[in-house]
């Protein structure tokens, strides 16, 4: 998917697990962890907004764009 | 919530009974329509008893055709339950938006629709066999009858519409 998500990175700087990143922004573990492996299909601004918050950081922090095609 | 299952089990309920009910009624007039051709002599001679009048060989025709449009409709119905229980289950799972339920719905506006059709044969059969006076198949007109198959039909374009959005959720964190 050309939307690459760096949730593990941003994460890793702040030193928060996934588990205390789920409590903190009150969102299931499940969806937090469809998020980090790149399988959510779309994200709320709510959700990105209570990331933000807690890991301290930009949306381009977490989200990057990666164009794989030719032209 | 509370109400919302006791909604749901009411309606389960309601349906399954008439589930049971149509088919048994379409086992007995299948029957029924079977013996009034083995018994046919023996039935004639009860209709000359009951109106010494009668054309006999009229009323049993009319009663015979009664008896097939019976087995259409339950028939019909049958369907219609069927689809009905199906989405009173999707209902109960919490889950009723998605693509079946549209088509399940169709199947139900389907099914009224051919309802309100079987009314013309029910009264050509009233018409042409005036002898079964009273047994004669109730055909009036019924504009919510009308309503109920236009109305089903355009739920069923809103659940494939809600379903479309809710697939477009799916994956939304």
């Known amino acids: 998917m050309p939307i690459v998500i760096r949730l593990d990175e941003v994460m890793e700087r702040r030193n928060m697990s996934l588990t205390e990143l789920s409590q903190a922004i009150d969102i299931t573990l499940a969806n937090l962890s469809i998020l980090k492996t790149g399988k959510a299909r779309a994200v709320r601004f709510s959700t990105l907004e209570a990331i933000c918050k807690t890991l301290d950081c930009q949306p381009g922090d977490i989200l990057a764009f990666n164009d794989e095609s030719d032209d | ?173």
């Open chain 2, 1 to 173: 919530m509370l109400e919302k299952d006791r909604l749901i089990k009411t309606s389960r309920f309601v349906v399954r009974t008439g589930f049971i009910v149509n088919r048994l009624f379409l086992a007995a007039v299948a029957l029924g329509l079977l013996l009034s051709w083995i018994f046919s002599s023996q039935l004639a001679t009860l209709l000359i008893q009951q109106n010494a009048g009668t054309n006999a060989r009229s009323e049993m025709t009319g009663f015979r055709l009664m008896m097939v449009l019976g087995i259409v409709m339950s028939v019909v119905i049958d369907r219609l339950f069927v689809a009905l229980t199906q989405i009173i289950e999707t209902a109960r799972a919490g889950d009723p938006f998605i693509p079946a339920n549209a088509l399940r719905l169709q199947t139900i506006g389907w099914a009224l629709l051919a309802l309100q059709l079987l009314n013309i044969p029910a009264a050509l059969i009233e018409r042409f066999f005036p002898s079964m006076g009273m047994g004669a198949p109730d055909s009036a007109f019924s504009a919510a009858g009308w309503m109920a198959v236009l109305m089903v039909f355009v739920l069923s374009r809103v659940f494939a519409a809600g379903s479309a959005m809710r697939d477009e959720l799916e994956g939304t964190v």
